[in-house]
């Protein structure tokens, strides 16, 4: 089995100190696949280049971020492995109170794969369940099962969701969600922990 590490500290929605994210993955082939660079993942940042006259500044510490509104943090898995063998993971993050259905389209993240044409899916009815995923972490963050859900799921996993059914938290929320997409679909095994400051390379 190998591993793959991976730094949220751009996504960390708490003013403490970042905890990094290990992913450990194995591929069908027994194979060790190892990173020889660090990922990065880019964040978009709003440069202000002028002021509005008469309006007053917000003074903020040095060094700390002004407080961000709550969020919660995602680290979507694919279900299928990139080229050079590596899992797939995207990160997102966005308000609670939403479906989390929602929150992956709109962050064009697959959901429905072989089914996502129409007529294929129930386009979020809750009645075909193709929209299955994984929570591998935060399922404190999402509702309790739905009927539907139970109906659907009742020879699946527990920690698997139809995600059209599923509402991520309050509007308040934060936290991190680990999702394993197309979890049907999946191509190769891993697993998800907290990695210490003192553990990282």
Same mark, same amino acid.
């Given at each position: 089995?190998?591993? %793959?590490?991976?730094?949220? =500290?751009?996504?960390?929605?708490?003013?403490?100190?970042?905890?990094?994210?290990?992913?450990?993955?194995? =591929?069908?082939?027994?194979?060790?696949?190892? %990173?020889?660079?660090?990922?990065?993942?880019?964040?978009?940042?709003?440069?202000?280049?002028?002021?509005?006259?008469?309006?007053?500044?917000?003074?903020? /510490?040095?060094? @700390?971020? $002004?407080?961000?509104?709550?969020?919660?943090?995602?680290?979507?898995? =694919?279900?299928? #492995?990139?080229? /050079?063998?590596?899992?797939?993971?995207?990160?997102? *993050?966005?308000?609670?109170?939403?479906?989390?259905?929602?929150?992956? #389209?709109?962050?064009?993240?697959? #959901?429905?794969?072989?089914?996502?044409?129409?007529?294929?899916?129930?386009?979020? !009815?809750?009645?075909?369940?193709?929209?299955?995923?994984?929570?591998?972490? !935060?399922? &404190? #963050?999402?509702?309790?099962?739905? /009927? *539907?859900? @139970?109906?659907?799921?009742?020879?699946? $996993?527990?920690?698997?969701?139809?995600?059209?059914?599923?509402?991520?938290?309050?509007? /308040?929320?934060?936290?991190?969600?680990?999702?394993?997409? %197309?979890?049907?679909?999946?191509? =190769?095994?891993?697993?998800?922990?907290?990695?210490? $400051?003192?553990? &990282?390379?």
């Amino acid at each position: 089995m190998a591993t %793959l590490q991976l730094s949220i =500290h751009g996504l960390a929605t708490s003013t403490t100190s970042f905890v990094p994210r290990k992913f450990n993955f194995s =591929h069908s082939s027994g194979t060790v696949l190892t %990173l020889s660079a660090p990922l990065s993942f880019s964040r978009r940042k709003i440069r202000a280049v002028s002021t509005v006259p008469g309006s007053e500044s917000v003074a903020t /510490d040095e060094g @700390k971020e $002004p407080n961000e509104p709550p969020a919660v943090d995602f680290a979507f898995v =694919h279900s299928v #492995l990139l080229p /050079d063998g590596t899992p797939d993971v995207h990160f997102r *993050k966005a308000c609670g109170g939403q479906k989390l259905r929602d929150v992956m #389209l709109d962050n064009n993240i697959e #959901l429905y794969g072989p089914y996502g044409r129409p007529l294929l899916n129930c386009a979020g !009815g809750g009645t075909c369940g193709t929209c299955m995923v994984e929570v591998v972490e !935060g399922k &404190e #963050l999402l509702s309790p099962r739905t /009927d *539907k859900e @139970k109906e659907k799921l009742k020879k699946k $996993p527990k920690n698997w969701r139809l995600a059209c059914q599923t509402t991520v938290g309050k509007p /308040d929320s934060r936290g991190m969600l680990v999702i394993q997409q %197309l979890p049907e679909w999946k191509a =190769h095994e891993w697993t998800y922990e907290e990695v210490l $400051p003192s553990e &990282e390379p």
